[in-house]
């Protein structure tokens, strides 16, 4: 039987339809209009760990809200672009991109890693009236009203750790410490100076090395020397985190060790043994983490984008792969309840309340004693161990404000002492 | 908190110029006189291998600048693409790790002919041409490397010989750095004899000396400018391969060791061989005793400083290839 005309009319007035009036556009496929979020982050370069891996993971989030309709503001679905500049860890190059990220992309939000190349980004920020993202606390002070550190407060949830360890090993008595001497190295040693200090686990020595070294021999055997039962690695880059643990190794030792981070670590493995990197404690989890899956955990769906992650951009995974992702959720969070994109109402709706969504549960604004300003999403933060398998497991969500609560005045001593007061930051 | 992170944390550059920045050294060292003979002798050991491969760098430095007067500023490039090469060739494509090595000396030494070739041969005469021809091929290699190999986290080369070997009570090295260090030492002594033994070695000091004099001898000076590139080149490709299992492969990891083997070259004397490998032992023990005493940013600031102090005070070197070569 053939087509007849009046089946082609049909036809014809019934896509008229559809497509006028049926279903909305963004169903049908059409061009939505697009909001552009920047990040400025080293992509290149001695830090690119904590850049690169950031924007993989952004991208990937942007493509699952993407997927799933984009986000919903004054009535219109918006899809979302990350628009990324690598400012290779340099504060010249951190103040050019955020420059073109804001004036010329029009970016609503710029996330950054923060630390040595915020300062030279503050003044305009500020003039620009841009909600702008540190992964560090640090760069927080009464003269930064637009920044937030919305997801990591780095370092201060290392006492985590060290509270856990001291809990889980009464027997460890010592500690040594090596810290690279930068803005990421300093804040944390006085962190874990007094995380130390109130666990009754004794320093027995410090080494502050130069981030250009390249050698860690000397420095492991410094810190040996003392025979501490904990080795502490502090913010180490994610490679010193690596070579620093096959020196220990093959100088024979065969204590805890302790980090910040530990950045694929099956690298480790492959280079020492599961035996020896059994129990190391650090502070980020794998998302395929059974853990990640209870009720509180406010990261979308974390051991499929993990599962995608790794799928995608195969051995990259590091800490800030979900780090900036979770900053972005925090963003649509504030811009749904403002209803609009606009920096300076996303800030507002996000500060409206004395708590916000952060992606290991619920977390107050809080910082003023030790940053001036009630910037930071400070809650609960995950202690992770490596087990005999050779697989970072959580050990427990540690309680950063209740440890904060009790013991406020060591860390401010050591912060003070170390120059990590805002007020002592020129 | 301990007093000796008062001396590390506040030796910063502004320190510089603090009068009391050695006397706080000392007294940090005092500080330590309970140290033990194993930390002695386990510092000792990691000196030994640290001056080895300063002194493979500096020697192939030292060469290039003999022969062809190029400050090659690419050096630590060349370094880094050996290591590349090892992680490409070994850990990626499963190649047993010596193949690989000689793999990684054999590109690096094509890199440098090449280079010879092409970039420093016309500008002959220009050391300016060709230091920021050196520069170009600094950062076209990075951007090779960044190209081939992407960034973020370091390339993973895992050590072909995992274990340690304990030397004494407490002192313990890794198998892998004892290859290196074997190694290192065979490739030094070997350049050595090739240097003072073989026609063509002295050919290479006489052009090093007085290229116009031995040309009227008959040397050839561009075969000699190839060999002193290629062998300059290869060296700084095998330290970079060798090193490979225990350092950080990235783009980017020559920049640390180039300031390292100017120090080295500058106080032996530009130009020196006998000079560079001397203060390569001696700046080798100098600062991983002072990384392991003190700390590696003091360590670093020292080495410069002595650097400035030999440039102002005796700018030919400890072994000035003027007054010895």
Known sequence: MGITRRDILKAAATGAVLSGVGLPKWALGAKRKTLKIGLCAPLTGEVSAWGLPGLYGCELWADNVNAAGGVKLGGKHYDIEIVSYDNEYLPDKALQGYKKLVAEEGVKMVMMLGGDTWPGVQRWANHAKMLTTTLLPSDLSPDTPYLLAPCEVHPIYNVTGVDWLSRKFPQAKTVAMCAQNDSLGIPSVATYEAAFEVAKIKMVDLNIFDPTTTDFAPIVTSLLAKKPDVLCLDTAYADFVNLISVQAKNQGYKGKIISCTCDNYPAIISKTSKQFMDGFIFQFPDFDDPKLNQKFINFHNPNKFYKDYIERRPGTWTAVSWEYPSILDLWKYGAEIADSPEPMSVLKALKSKPTAPHAFGTAEWWGKDLWGVDNALVGNWPVVAINAEGKARIQEFGSIPKWWDKHSKVLIKHMRARKQMWDQRA | ?325
């Not at chain 2, 895992?158 to 304990?166: A, C, K, M, N, Q």
């Not at chain 2, 120090?263 to 023990?285: E, R």
């Open chain 2, 1 to 325: 908190m301990l007093e000796g992170n008062v001396v590390a944390v506040q030796c910063t550059s502004s320190a510089l110029y603090r009068p009391f920045a050695l006397y706080l050294l000392f007294v940090h060292l005092l500080r330590h006189k309970e140290t033990s003979v194993d930390l002695i002798l386990q510092t000792a050991v990691n000196s030994m291998v640290a001056s080895s491969f300063f002194a493979l760098m500096a020697v192939g430095l030292v060469l290039i600048f003999g022969v062809m007067g190029i400050v090659n500023f690419a050096h630590g490039e060349l370094y880094m693409v050996g290591a590349y090469s090892v992680w490409f060739l070994y850990s990626a494509n499963g190649w047993p790790f010596w193949l690989a090595v000689i793999g990684a000396f054999v590109i690096v030494t094509l890199i440098g002919l090449l280079m010879e070739r092409t970039l420093f041969r016309p500008m002959r005469g220009n050391p300016l041409g060709g230091l920021i021809n050196s520069i170009g091929v600094l950062f076209i290699l990075q951007v090779l490397a960044v190209q081939l190999g992407g960034v973020g986290l370091m390339k993973t080369v895992i050590p072909p010989f995992p274990g340690s070997t304990t030397i004494l009570n407490g002192v313990s090295i890794s198998d892998q750095r004892i290859a290196a260090l074997i190694v290192a030492i065979g490739l030094l002594v070997a350049m050595w004899l090739f240097l003072t033994r073989t026609r063509l070695g002295w050919a290479l000091r006489a052009v090093s000396q007085d290229s116009e004099a031995a040309a009227l001898q008959g040397i050839n000076i561009n075969r000699i400018s190839m060999l002193a590139m290629g062998l300059g080149a290869g060296t700084a490709g095998l330290a970079g391969a060798l090193i490979s299992p225990m350092t950080r492969v990235e783009p980017y990891m020559g920049h640390g060791v180039i300031i390292t083997a100017f120090i080295v070259t500058i106080v032996g004397g530009i130009g020196s061989l006998s000079g560079a490998v001397l203060v390569a032992v001696l700046y080798g023990f100098f600062y991983t005793f002072v990384t392991t005493y003190v700390s590696g940013t003091v360590a670093m600031m020292l080495g410069l400083l002595i650097m400035l102090f030999v440039l102002i005070v005796k700018p030919n070197g400890l072994i000035g290839v003027r007054a010895s070569e």
